[in-house]
């Protein structure tokens, strides 16, 4: 059986109704069967306080540079 992992971040952007939308879109295509589609929201796997900091740093840098998310995407 072949797999795919679906890895997303529960950021408030819309990256785990991606994720998910991803995931049904895989399974409808392609046999179950033959496919297995995981969906890993990294978030839930981080310390409390990584997530604090990841969450702070975040807001900051939208608040004080958006221009860097520009840059990026």
């Known amino acids: 059986m072949k797999k795919i992992i679906v890895i997303s971040g529960s950021t408030g952007g819309g990256h785990v109704s991606a994720a998910n939308n991803l995931q ?3 399974e409808k295509m392609f ?3 033959k ?5 890993i929201d990294v978030i839930k796997h981080m310390s409390l ?3 604090k ?3 702070d740093t ?5 608040k004080f ?3 860097i998310f ?3 995407y």
Request: hydrophobic share 50%; net charge positive; no cysteine.
């Open 58 to 62: 975040y807001i900051n840098i939208i």
């Open 70 to 72: 520009g840059y990026l």
């Open 49 to 51: 306080f990584f997530k």
């Open 24 to 26: 049904l879109y895989a």
């Open 31 to 33: 046999n179950k069967k």
């Open 53 to 55: 900091v990841y969450a």
């Open 65 to 67: 540079f958006p221009s």
């Open 35 to 39: 496919l297995q589609v995981i969906h």
